[in-house]
Antibody, heavy 121, light 111 residues
Framework: QVQLVQSGAEVKKPGASVKVSCKAS????????MHWVRQAPGQGLEWMGV????????TYAQKSRGRVTMTRDTSTSTVYMELSSLRSEDTAVYYC??????????????WGQGTLVTVSS | QSVLTQPPSASGTPGQRITISCSGS????????VYWYQQLPGTAPKLLIY???QRPSGVPDRFSGSKSGTSASLAISGLRSEDEADYYC????????????FGTGTKVTVL
């Protein structure tokens, strides 16, 4: 069965960076895009970007551009999301979510469990 | 700021039918599929509707989706207490290099 397992909660100081991992299993890793979505406390869902695990190409949301980097390791079927220059507004639960096969334009049924990133001095 | 607009809240009594609207534009809903997600407190979103009106296996047929022009709707019939949750619409937006946009979210309360 398809599983997306994310790394554990992080506490970071303002200005630091955080790298969250998402290990996929139960399907052919390189055939499905992987998206990252975050949700600040009490707020809605915000799309951060997407990576094509096959070639590694990325598309980032305008708001995240310049601070976010998404990478993948095909040998371990893991994608990573690194966010730099953290500020308090980046405190949120970060989710990885699988897209459609060979199609960047949708997030489907499979989501990671979420990783809480807290930015606090 | 969300590109897709939803009402902040909706409510109904058990057994009633409610609808949630999602308003977008030609670059998102008008030219791409719409997806709907249900989120219970403290959990990851769950896919309810894909490609405008398709239900994944396991989603009750009480949930239905539709799309017309640059707007979409989610209907919940036979409302049940376990339907109390946040609901989000979403679609790909073709502007610039593309992005996946979510709605503002609707809190459904079962009275």
């Amino acid at each position: 069965q398809v599983q997306l397992v994310q790394s554990g909660a992080e506490v970071k100081k303002p200005g630091a960076s955080v790298k969250v991992s998402c290990k996929a299993s139960g399907y052919t890793f390189t055939r499905y895009y992987m998206h990252w979505v975050r949700q600040a406390p009490g707020q809605g869902l915000e799309w951060m970007g997407v990576i094509n695990p096959s070639g590694g190409s990325t598309t980032y949301a305008q708001k995240s551009r310049g601070r976010v980097t998404m990478t993948r390791d095909t040998s371990t079927s893991t994608v990573y999301m690194e966010l730099s220059s953290l500020r308090s507004e980046d405190t949120a639960v970060y989710y990885c979510a699988r897209g459609e096969e060979y199609d960047v334009s949708a997030i489907t049924a499979y989501w990671g469990q979420g990783t809480l990133v807290t930015v606090s001095s | 700021q969300s590109v897709l607009t939803q009402p902040p809240s909706a409510s109904g009594t058990p057994g009633q039918r409610i609808t949630i609207s999602c308003s977008g534009s030609s670059s998102n809903i008008g030219s791409n599929y719409v997806y709907w997600y249900q989120q219970l407190p403290g959990t990851a979103p769950k896919l309810l509707i894909y490609r405008n009106n398709q239900r994944p296996s396991g989603v009750p047929d009480r949930f239905s989706g539709s799309k017309s022009g640059t707007s979409a709707s989610l209907a919940i019939s036979g409302l049940r207490s376990e339907d109390e949750a946040d609901y989000y619409c979403a679609a790909w937006d073709d502007r610039l290099s593309g992005s996946y946009v979510f709605g503002t979210g609707t809190k459904v309360t079962v009275l």
